[in-house]
């Protein structure tokens, strides 16, 4: 709410004030209406500073703007180059330990939810390894069809099961877990690194007769 062009308040769904303001400036999209304000329709917030906060926006459009020309998607994976992480001296402390998250099986979109940070941030940083020449992209993963899914999951637990009985359940979401994936996105790129971490766990012959098991899915 405006009066005499000075920001009085600001709501979201949510908030008011300057709780409202500080979370929208943490937001990668959305949509503001301007409009002067009336008496009675809302309470002013002496902490909201009008020119703090306008020009943090015209900076975060511009921010916005430098993401969507290096990141078109949030199904992007990207690798990052370990060797070369550790020459780059602009990256700070934070950015070091996002790069941890690129390991090229990661998406953009599993990155935001790992990183437990405002998206903002997180595609701000992202763009910090891009331009840095940390992150590479990678190719997308290929989401297995809910049909060859589900016919690759039934099989691994029965050859399990005829390899270690009841531990099969425990042995299958162990190796999900080393490969960083689930039964729910499991991808064709998944299906070698997990039947190799799952092969940990059994015989050699059986690790063998496993793999050569999974290559059809392959």
Known sequence: ?????????VET???KGKAAASLSMQWISFTSTFSEGQPGQYTLDP????????S???KTVKNIEIINNHISSDTLIYQVDKE???KVSNLNEKDQKMALLFDGKNTIADIVTLAGNAELA?????????????????LPKTLLAADKREEFLDGLNDQLMDMVGPAAIVVIE?????VNSSPETLAKEDIAPLL?????????DENNTLKVWGTKFM
């Open 122 to 138: 997180v595609l701000t940083r992202t763009c910090r390894l891009i331009i840095a020449g940390v992150a590479k992209e990678g």
């Open 1 to 9: 709410y405006i009066k005499e062009g000075i920001i009085e308040q």
């Open 56 to 58: 943090f926006l015209e």
């Open 174 to 178: 162990d190796g999900f877990d080393t």
């Open 47 to 54: 902490q909201i500073d009008t020119m703090s906060l306008l």
């Open 84 to 86: 070369k992480l550790g």
């Open 13 to 15: 769904k949510s908030l």
């Open 196 to 204: 190799e971490a799952i092969g940990q766990s059994i015989s050699d």
